[in-house]
């Protein structure tokens, strides 16, 4: 009956002690900024909204459809919840779910709750709130650009949780940077498709069920500049941390001075994806950060013409 | 990986199950402190952990058996801590073929790898009894005495509350969906059509259990508003802790610290 859908829950005993504290300290302060203003801006109506909604994520985390062979597409919800609650009340319902799941069904450990908790409550959420502003500062309000907002920022909140967990991995000393980041970010470019495709489907469904309350929600109002800048710079932060540390494994070194294959291999063994490299770049690490930011400028170019399209047919044939 | 659901309700007469939730949660935590703790190939002092697990999972009479089953979760994540066998330097053990290369498996990377797994296996396991023989409520008791914020506690004892009642719903979804999309009962024969319709399907599915939950906390607050709710969550202040509970507290701590304090000295 349950499920865990994300490989992302991480156990006790994996991470290093001083990581796990030093996440729960990070952690402890977003929600405690969180539990702040959830008191001062929303009414006391929020508390039966957001604990009811938590329950029904942590059941939609059931929901899946199949994608090829085995694997099905599932809904986390980070994205779901800021889009209809807002990036603070969404930071808690996560927070409850994450809760929940460690203590009650003992999916991820207490001790590498604080971790956890930062994966996927505090950066899933922010991340999710950055993305989702970006598409409607680019293309306003409309129906469609709500939608494929929901699917961009379910997408890259997955996949943001997905990285922060294999650098922490890392950072303990369990898989080489260059295995675990890679691995884990590109199992979630996958999953996050399910997720975003799912959102969107949801999205869809709301605003067309009840649309007053994807207008009416918090979170649509008015940017909230701090959580805007602090899910940019997460985002920021992952996308030049994840390549740099994949071109710079030390325990990857290792094997290969021992192994003595140094000058033989071409490709070390523990190189499961070819990195993505620009020509004429010595840089191995500049040169994936730079393809990853062409790639970013690419995806916002696209939409921004898509936006301008659908604004001229909008004019001229029915909408 | 799917896993038995856990008893919402446990019920049971042990000593364990009687005993004060807020020193079980303190002494579960110190558990699982300790364990993160001790040294790589710390044996006899991870046996030591193990076998006092083991006494707990038999003192709670909650069923050995099913314990030891559900312990099994963390199991997969192993998978991320299997590289430390080869990155480790230190004296070579084994070499074994890997992606046509002879990987080289290092003693200490050995001893890495299974001080991870036992002690990973060791903190999920001393969680499980924990919530074997502690109710949901008595938990949630304990982190608001134990100071946990007021509102995030009773945030996750207002969805715990709705917890069952939200994963019926989404049961009876996917039952729906089932008959409606006609599933074939052979394996790999998939319903239904396209992918994105698939995921459209299951979107629309997500959207209305939102919409079902929202509709119902509307209902939640209405009912709550007519017993007197006023934004403010109260609840029984709980009562001090006994002095057999201090003895006890303070005992149970002083035998993590010794142990973490010897492993380290035998470990040199």
């Given amino acids: 009956m349950f499920y865990s859908p994300m490989p992302m829950h991480i156990p006790d005993g994996f991470l290093t002690l001083p990581l796990a504290l030093f996440l729960w300290l990070v952690s402890a302060g977003f929600i405690a900024a969180a539990l702040r203003r959830v008191e001062r801006d929303l009414d006391e109506r929020a508390l039966p909204l957001m604990g009811v909604l938590a329950a029904a994520i942590f059941a939609g985390q059931m929901l899946n459809f199949s994608v090829v062979g085995g694997t099905s597409g599932h809904l986390l ?221 690419l995806v916002a170019a696209v939409t921004v013409l898509i936006a301008r399209g659908r604004r001229r047919a909008g004019k001229t044939g029915p909408a | 990986m799917s896993v038995p659901a856990p008893d919402p309700y446990p019920q049971g007469g042990s000593r364990l199950h009687r005993a004060d939730a807020r020193l079980k949660l303190l002494l579960t935590l110190g558990f699982i402190l300790t364990a993160g703790l001790l040294p790589d190939g710390a044996w006899s002092a991870l046996i030591l952990l193990l076998s006092l697990a083991l006494s707990a999972a038999l003192l709670s009479r909650a069923g050995l058996a099913r314990l030891l089953r559900r312990s099994l979760l963390a199991l997969p994540f192993l998978l991320a801590a299997l590289p430390v066998l080869f990155t480790l330097p230190g004296e070579p053990l084994a070499q074994i073929p890997l992606f046509g290369r002879q990987a080289v498996i290092s003693q200490a990377g050995l001893e890495r790898f299974l001080t991870i797994a036992l002690k990973s296996w060791l903190s999920l396991l001393a969680a499980l009894i924990f919530s074997a023989v502690t109710p949901f409520p008595q938990t949630l008791a304990a982190m608001r005495s134990l100071r946990a914020p007021r509102l995030l506690v009773a945030l996750i004892g207002l969805m715990w509350r709705y917890l069952f009642v939200m994963v019926d719903s989404a049961e009876r979804l996917l039952r729906a969906r089932e008959s409606r999309s006609a599933a074939s009962p052979r394996p790999g024969l998939r319903s239904g059509g396209r992918l994105t319709w698939r995921a459209r399907v299951t979107g629309g599915m997500a959207g209305s259990l939102l919409l079902r939950s929202i509709e119902r906390s509307e209902r939640v607050y209405a009912a709550m508003l007519a017993r007197g709710y006023d934004g403010e969550v109260r609840s029984l202040t709980a009562a001090p802790f006994q002095p057999v509970v201090w003895g006890a507290l303070i005992a149970g701590l002083a035998f993590y610290a010794g142990l973490v304090l010897l492993a380290w000295l035998l470990a040199g």
């Fill in chain 1, 77 to 297: 919800g980070a994205a779901l919840a800021t889009i209809l609650l807002g990036p603070w009340p969404a930071v808690l319902v996560m927070t409850s779910v994450v809760a929940v799941q460690a203590l009650l069904f003992q999916d991820g450990g207490l001790l590498a709750l604080g971790a956890n908790l930062f994966n996927m409550a505090v950066l899933g959420v922010l991340v999710a709130y950055t993305v989702q502003r970006l598409f409607q500062r680019l293309v306003g309000g409309k129906r469609w650009a709500l939608i494929a907002g929901g699917f961009a920022a379910a997408w890259t909140s997955t996949v943001a949780a997905a990285l922060a967990c294999g650098l922490q991995l890392a950072v303990s000393g369990l898989s080489p940077a260059n295995l675990a980041v890679p691995a884990m970010g590109g199992v979630h470019a996958l999953i996050g498709v399910g997720e975003g495709l799912i959102t969107a489907a949801a999205l869809a469904f709301l605003s067309a069920a009840r649309r007053d309350l994807l207008t009416a929600a918090p979170g649509r109002q008015k940017a909230d500049r701090p959580v805007l800048i602090g899910g940019m710079l997460f985002a920021v932060g992952l996308a030049v941390a994840s390549p740099l540390a994949s071109a710079h494994p030390d325990g990857l070194e290792w094997v290969a001075e021992q192994q003595n294959f140094i000058h033989a291999a071409r490709a070390p063994f523990f190189e499961l994806i070819p990195d993505y490299l620009l020509p004429g770049i010595q840089n191995e690490a500049l040169a994936t950060i730079l393809a990853g930011v062409i790639g970013l400028i």
